[in-house]
């Protein structure tokens, strides 16, 4: 929102001032929600003794809250004398409010146990779960208390649009608002969007109109399955142990990025990304050595392209170490033929006749892990450890994570066998969906789960000198 003018958005006036239990505020990007939402909020507690819960699903620093908004709103309201913004929370020091900040996934218990909630926000609350809202309902229980949900709706069969959009509750305001209600919008926000709709208007609809897209069984790893894995380990109570492996996803150039994911066993703990050209290779592959030093990992890479030449860069830095550290590693070529091509994938298909290549059999075998996760946790199936996949709600860029591994949509070549939609697929302006970005820590992730040891050395040359 480009303004400092110290209003809000007349056109949510009547939906502020609904006596209501639930608020819903939902819509396409740059239309103000979020912003509206924190200057109530301010107003609100500059009047009032209240305590408001800001929340939202992964937060693992103030950052990611929306304590950045309330502090800029509280500026442009010109209250700063009357607020005390202090490292993780934000109080009010006429009226006594307070503002505390909460990652649902992590901190559900303790958010269980709060007293005296006013306002619970829940901030991005598109992957709420009906779980998560059986706790939360009843948590807020103070007479008159509230609950505000804020979100731009993501599929159709979301908990949330599905409980407050398609079939609200007794007690429930709910508001669509886009950018065509919001005053405040710039010229350049303006022309961005006019862009995007006529390039792709079906993206449009869903990015800037609030649309929400139909769940797509098309996907390879349906959301619903990677929601239930974050944290599975600890639901199930698994040991965290097993091989240790990190997989390395090599930017091609442009606007692609490197990644990293890490795997313990079953359980992904850690993932990075960043931008580096083709001539960074060395630097990159230092990175991921290095990494790979910290966690004892083994590393498996995209051989393709540009980062064809990354074993002989981990060779090169395995001999520079003299001996105290030689990290394992390995390439995996997407192209490359399936592993143990004879073997029974299901129902007496062969591995040979059901995938295209290693990339589409590595892609399958990660969502079927995924998929026995989502049938432990939610219908009480049992099944192995190694046969099943957790996700640490600890780990890095996880929201992006999650987009990722379920955005790819399974194909088929031209003699039947599955493949996963390519890169330049994904990218096409006239894809389904719209176009999206690379899947950098998608494929990386499913690097770190690649079946057998894809060729793993540890530059047996040079141990011979040692």
């Known amino acids: ?26 819509g396409g990007r740059s239309s103000s929600k979020s912003w509206d939402a924190a200057g109530f909020a301010v107003f609100l507690a500059n009047k009032y003794r209240l305590r408001v819960l800001c929340a939202r699903q992964f937060q693992n620093k103030i950052a990611e809250s929306v304590y950045t908004l309330l502090k800029i709103q509280i500026e442009r309201f010109g209250l700063s004398q009357n607020f005390e ?13 307070e503002f505390f900040f909460y990652g649902i996934w992590r901190s559900i218990d ?8 006013d306002i619970l926000w829940i901030e991005e609350g598109h992957s709420l779960t009906s779980e998560q809202w059986e706790v939360l309902e009843p ?39 886009n950018y065509d209600e919001n005053p405040f919008l710039s010229n350049t926000i303006a022309q961005i969007i006019e862009a995007a709709r006529e390039e792709d208007y079906e993206d449009y609809l869903h990015v800037y109109e609030g649309v929400p897209r139909d769940d797509d069984d098309q996907v390879i790893i349906k959301r619903s399955w990677i929601m239930a894995a974050i944290d599975a380990h600890v639901s199930l109570g698994w040991s965290v142990t097993g ?34 050209s083709e001539d960074e290779l060395l630097k990159s592959c230092s990175r991921v050595w290095s ?10 890479y995209d051989s393709i392209g540009v980062g064809a030449s990354s074993g002989a860069k981990f060779g090169e830095l395995n001999q520079a170490s003299n001996g105290a550290c030689i990290i394992s590693y390995g390439k995996f070529n997407a192209g490359g033929a399936v592993w143990r091509p004879d073997a029974i994938y299901s129902q007496g298909t062969k591995n040979k006749d059901m995938f295209s290549n290693i990339k589409a059999q590595a892609w399958w075998m990660v969502a079927d892990r995924f998929r026995n996760t989502f049938n432990a946790i939610r219908n009480g199936q049992h099944f192995d450890e190694d046969k099943m996949i957790s996700i640490s709600s600890s780990c890095p860029y996880l929201d992006q994570l999650i987009d990722e591994l379920a955005t790819p949509k399974r194909d088929y070549d031209g003699n039947g066998k599955v493949k996963v939609e390519s890169k330049k697929d994904l990218a096409n302006p006239k894809r389904i969906g719209g176009a999206v970005p690379s899947p950098n820590l998608a494929d990386a992730f499913v690097m770190a789960f690649a079946p057998g040891r894809i060729s793993l050395k540890i530059n047996e040359d040079f141990l011979g000198q040692i």
């Open 110 to 117: 303790e958010i269980k146990s709060l007293e005296g909630i």
């Open 85 to 97: 913004i202090q490292r993780d929370r934000i109080t009010n020091k006429v009226t006594g409010s």
């Open 243 to 276: 091989r240790k492996r990190l997989g390395f996803d090599v930017a091609d150039g442009g606007q692609d990025l490197c990644a990293n994911v890490f795997a313990h066993g079953s359980v992904v703990q850690w993932a990075d990304l960043w931008k580096a």
């Open 139 to 177: 948590t807020i229980r103070k007479e008159d208390s509230q609950i505000w949900i804020i979100f731009n709706p993501k599929l159709s069969t979301d908990f949330v649009y599905k409980r407050f959009v398609v079939k609200p509750p007794p007690n429930t305001i709910v508001r669509k608002i």
């Open 291 to 300: 990494k790979a030093r910290e966690l004892e990992a083994e590393i498996t």
């Open 1 to 26: 929102m480009q303004t400092t003018r110290p209003t809000l958005n007349p056109a949510l006036k009547s939906f502020w001032r609904t006596k209501a239990r639930n608020r819903i505020l939902y």
